[in-house]
């Protein structure tokens, strides 16, 4: 496979109710039943046209798009909250450039907010869910 018809797959630290609502996000969008284990850790790469692929690197792209709002969103207070043992490995699938890009930016994120990437991915990806980090009730007031 050339790097044109193929995604790459890159792994991201959620917590619990994060992705419980990512994974409600693509099984709606695209039919994905276990996003935990949907694509296999030992691979490096998927097809485009696999619906869970083409779901999460569309994700991933609308997060790119919307970064610099999801971090002025995103709760590193409550993200900072979870335990250690509350945060799960999900592997998403995304062009080459879009996972080059984003972890660039969560990377940027991390050394801004002077916390571990654990923290910073939670917090923008559940603010890009529009769900609290930590499981709590959403404490953000409706405008």
């Known amino acids: ?4 018809d193929r995604y790459k797959l ?23 039943v ?3 284990s949907y694509f296999e850790a ?7 046209g696999d619906p869970g692929a083409d779901a999460t690197d569309e994700f991933v792209a609308t997060l790119l798009e919307s970064f610099a709002e999801r971090y002025d969103e995103a709760d590193f207070e409550a993200a900072e909250s979870v335990d250690a043992d509350g945060f799960n490995l999900v592997h998403l699938a995304a062009t080459p450039q879009r996972v080059s890009d984003v972890r660039e930016r969560f990377r940027a994120a991390e050394t801004i907010q002077e916390s571990d990437l654990r923290t910073v991915q939670t917090a923008i990806v559940a603010a890009a869910l529009d769900i609290p980090p930590d499981g709590t009730a959403n404490a953000r007031s409706p405008d």
């Open 1 to 4: 496979m050339s790097g044109d």
């Open 42 to 48: 030992n691979s490096d790469a998927v097809p485009r």
């Open 34 to 36: 276990d996003l935990e």
């Open 10 to 32: 890159f792994g991201v630290y959620l917590s619990d109710p994060v992705v419980d609502a990512l994974a409600d996000t693509l099984y709606e969008e695209a039919g994905v």
